[in-house]
């Protein structure tokens, strides 16, 4: 897992990396992304660092949805997914939250953006996720 030290996020918020950098706020920082699904696919990070999005402390996210909502706007895009990776399994490759805003045209299909394959959960019954509902309240 990256450090602080060694995090490519981290270094472009320094400078030390470019990036086509859209705004910045006291806690965000916002640009495109280098390998994007979709015409005006970009990326939102905290300048705090944290590798998963549970790490962060909450007031790290206060800028997060106004920007979102601004770049979001500035796509022109009427569909879009926000997309939030934690760890390998779930696809993240870089370790500093980021959000993905990726628009979808309405007539991409799977050629454009993002293109989701559900997993079916036949396999879970009413009382497999009874069981899990209980559990997790449990917890909170
Ligand atoms: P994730 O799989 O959620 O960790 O996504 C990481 C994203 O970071 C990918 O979409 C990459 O294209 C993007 N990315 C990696 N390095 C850079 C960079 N130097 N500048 C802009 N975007 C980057
Ligand atoms: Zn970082």
Redesign the pocket.
């Given at each position: 897992m990256a450090s602080l030290a060694s995090c490519?996020?981290c270094k472009?918020i320094k400078g030390e990396?470019p990036?086509?950098k859209l705004l910045e706020t006291e806690s965000v920082f916002a640009?495109?992304?280098?390998?994007?699904?979709a015409k005006g696919?970009c990326?939102v990070i905290p300048k705090h660092h944290a590798a998963k999005l549970t790490d962060l402390p909450d007031d790290q996210m206060a800028d997060i949805l106004p920007t979102i909502k601004k770049l979001a706007a500035a796509t022109g895009a009427e569909n879009y997914n926000i997309?939030?990776?934690n760890g390998r399994p779930a696809?993240?490759?870089?370790?500093h939250v980021?959000f993905?805003i990726i628009p979808k045209p309405a007539d991409a299909g799977d050629k454009e953006g993002l293109v989701i394959g559900w997993p079916t959960q036949k396999d879970l019954s009413k009382d497999d996720i009874n069981k899990i509902f209980e559990e997790m309240k449990s917890k909170l």
């Open positions: 490519i996020f472009i990396i990036s086509m640009f495109m992304d280098i390998g994007p699904i696919h990326l997309l939030q990776n696809h993240q490759v870089v370790d980021h993905h």
